[in-house]
């Protein structure tokens, strides 16, 4: 069964700072990895999705890495602010449709 | 989200009821799925249905049962529900899971409170 961790379970920056949240799987063999935000109270937003051939994956202040030897992918947030602050997962799929999810970074930005 | 409803939102039930939550899609995905997400445990795997009528187990289904005669549906029944299946139970639905390009998307959650 696939493991993932993501570390540190918190995280609290000043406004504006860069940021790297970690994420690391024991079984090598994805096929892609996501990145969610889950806001209190709410569901999942699929933020990026880094296909296992890709290294990178960027959306506005957002970049996204895999590294499948590793077993590790990493989420990197440039000038972090407040509406940054949310619960953060990634997630793998398995050869078996099934996808398995870490338990989640709570970010929060202090203004 | 666009595409993907779940109802109710929020129910509370008590001990020993059969309750059945729906999820239903517009996007004509083919795979759907159940989670429950509690403190501490993170998103866990109910059921998932890969087709009409072709459903599988995840690591948390006893107590669950799970039906989809539809491919914009699935329901997802608590047979006898009870304390300990008090939790958020979110759908995803996903075009190809297992492919590379295969995407997540979640609907917005049922709270429920067995009392």
């Known amino acids: 069964k696939q493991e993932v961790t993501q570390i540190p379970a918190a995280l609290s920056v000043p406004e504006g700072e860069n940021l790297v949240l970690n994420c690391s799987f024991t079984?090598?063999?994805?096929?892609?990895l996501q990145w969610f935000r889950q806001d209190p109270g709410k569901g999942l937003t699929s933020l990026l999705l880094?296909?296992?051939?890709?290294r990178e994956q960027t959306s506005g202040r957002l970049n996204a890495s895999l590294d499948k030897s590793s077993g590790r992918s990493t989420l990197y947030i440039a000038a972090s602010q407040p509406g940054d602050s949310a619960t953060y997962l990634c997630?793998?799929?398995?050869?078996?449709?099934?996808?398995?999810f870490g338990t989640g970074t709570s970010l929060t930005v202090i203004p | 989200d666009a595409g993907i409803t779940q109802s109710p939102r929020h129910k509370v039930t008590e001990t020993g009821t059969p309750v059945t939550l729906r999820c239903h899609q517009t996007e004509n995905h083919r795979y759907m799925y159940w989670y429950r997400q509690d403190p501490g445990h993170g998103l866990r795997l109910i059921h998932y249905s890969y087709g009409v009528k072709d459903t599988d187990k995840g690591e948390v289904s006893d107590g669950y049962s799970v039906s989809r005669s539809k491919t914009e549906d699935f329901l997802l029944t608590l047979e006898s529900a009870t304390s300990s299946q008090t939790s958020v139970y979110f759908c995803a639905i996903s075009e190809a899971p297992g492919q590379v390009f295969g995407r997540y998307t979640f609907g917005s959650g049922t709270r429920l409170t067995v009392v």
């Open positions: 997630a793998v799929p398995n050869t078996g449709n099934q996808f398995y």
């Open positions: 880094i296909q296992s051939s890709q």
């Open positions: 079984d090598s063999a994805i096929y892609n």
